[in-house]
């Protein structure tokens, strides 16, 4: 009797022949066999014909092709065959259509969440039917984003500036990291100074407000978190402020006049979900989402995790029960009297387990001599999470200490981890040092008052891992479409990795403002979320999703798309700006003091060069353009090409840091001043990534380099 079991990874083959043995044919989809063809009404490849959908599929490509035939070969040798494609939406779809293309009119699905033994032969042994209901939430999203992504495209493409794809979830994606980058744009900073004073009783305190200010009672301790309380005290606005709050420091005595201490528990934190796993992946291995669930796909085919796609935080009894055994052999202080209960998020479907190892007992110097150092690694990572989960809280001792001289108080704030509980596996407190033992009404004695300037800063650019927590609460697609929808956006050349955080390009820049006028519904999070809602209603068996989908496309996108394609020019082949209109930078032109353009050029390292619109002109006559300038870090003209040879650098006696070459004299301009700075004589030299720090400037007469320090004659 042969048996066939189709999976979706080839991945998974051997470890699943290892289990079963022989008498198993074990064959892989390689992921999706079909898609929707590329033929009828806008090539979407499905119509509506009284009210209903028809759709038409095909190989998604040769090697699909050669996938069915190699499939409907095994099939025919087989007297049982089973479809185990991964378990959740998308697999169930996949296997529809392996029961589609092979003509298995009651197809045995089978559902595991890990590959062992005991999980594939209970799975083996209990199968079911197909859940028509996640099919056809997978059909309607099949249907859904063909019918954004190629009605919606040819919209941008009217752009003539390169921009291939709109998309329902790559959109709203792109408007949030657009979004954050016009905030910073928009921002403006202000000074302002952060007052303290040190104390011979071997603490700091912060300027915490005056009596008048602090009538009412301010002091609480934060129950919220150990790592989030600024070290630095109530901004102050002026220097002048700051002076005469610390003339009162040094002028009156100090004395404590409230302590506030207690001991407050931190709950250990859930077992990941995709989402935590790819945040924490990227904080702490510096993994992209996309390679993340790479590696994470091989751990589960390898049989050392559960499944990875997964929004539930729900463990297994039987991985609870060896994590307890686990502590109780081991950190036998850390067992709790009851483990935490772990919230899920609003969206989640809580299919199927959060991500864990299969066997708390295996060796970890086992993994490490049999798997590759990234797979160890985000083994570890997964390990040390599900452990801390089933752990006690840490317990925390929390004080703030205010003192008062004169009308003005401080504050100081401890945190202190008096038992470490989950943390000793999953390190997340960040404590401070501890404040010394301490009285009511104390007296203290001043060591120094002082204050130091600061800036307010801009809102920061998203990181990979700080984009998926902001797509999953605000719902923006699902825990499978995270690392490809940023991955999408990247290679549609709308973002870039710069010093690991997301910046948009100046195309998509563009192409979000554009969508913001012709489809702004698709860019807003809660517009997408609700249609993810929608979704899994229809996954639920709520929600008939032919119906939903024709009601969508007639009630609103039908229509808008209609408004947003009238007075839209004809897409161009020229090279030029096709009449549109340019973003602007912050950068001030130096004839009109108007801001300049942004000129996309892929010619260019930034993607853009600036350009006057006003009609200024360079000292050539020409139109007045800037570049970015590496070396120097800022926005330049291009320099005028003279026939008068250039007068030598004057060289100075000084011997370069990196080189040994003799440093010399090099002239200026910023801010309208001739400055000067030292750098190496020897122009080869100075191109060479090495010499991007060996430069001096002249600061308080004296030759000062962030990098080297003061230069010693």
Known sequence: MTRLLIVESPGKIKKLRSILGSGWNIRASVGHIRQLANEGNSNLGFEVENGQIKCRYEPRDDRAKQTISELKTAAKQADEIFIASDPDREGETIGWHI??????????????????????RQAIAHPRALDMALVEAGRCRDCLDKLVGYRGSPLIWRLNNGAKSVGRVQSATLHRVCQREREIQAFVPQDYWSVFVDYAEGFRAFYHGSTQANDQ???????????????????????????????????????????????????????????????????????????????????????????????????????????KRWLEQNDLDNVPKKVATQKAGKQAQEGHEAIRPTDIFKPSAELKATLPDDQFKLYVLIWTRALASQCKPAQIRKTIVISQSGNIQWQAKGNLVEFAGYSKYW???????ELPALQQRQALTLEQANSEQKTTQPPSQYSEPKLVQLMERKGIGRPSTYAPTIKTIKTRGYVELVKGSLQPTPVGMEVDQFMGGALPELLEAEFTAQMESSLDAIAQGHQEWQAYLIGWNRSYFAPALAKAMKGLPEPTSNGGNGGKVLEKSRTKCPGCSQPLSKVPSQKVKKKYFLKCENGCTSEEGRGLVMFWSERDSNWQQPKAKSDQPTTPAELTEYPCPVCKQKLEIYEYQKDGQTKQMLRCSDPKARSDKKHKDAVYFFSKGKWWSPKHGELKS
């Not at 029961?99 to 594939?120: D, F, M, N, S």
């Not at 931190?266 to 390679?291: D, H, I, M, V």
């Open 99 to 120: 029961a589609q293309v092979l003509g298995i009119k009651k197809p045995q699905r089978v559902v595991y969440q890990e590959i062992t033994e005991r999980a594939v």
């Open 217 to 323: 009672d301010d002091t609480n301790i934060d129950d919220s978190g150990t790592d989030g309380n600024m070290v630095e005290s109530t901004r102050v606005l002026t220097q002048a402020e700051a002076d005469s709050l610390v003339a009162i420091a040094h002028n009156n005595p100090h004395q404590i006049i409230s302590i506030e201490g207690k001991i407050t528990p931190k709950k250990p934190p859930a077992p990941f979900t995709t989402s935590s796993l790819q945040q924490a992946a990227g904080s702490r291995l510096r993994f992209s989402p996309e390679q993340t669930m790479q590696v994470a796909q091989k751990l589960y085919e390898a049989g050392h995790i559960t499944y990875m796609r997964t929004d539930s935080v729900s463990l297994s009894p039987d991985y609870c029960a060896n994590a």
């Open 427 to 433: 390190k997340d407190i960040k404590a401070d040092s």
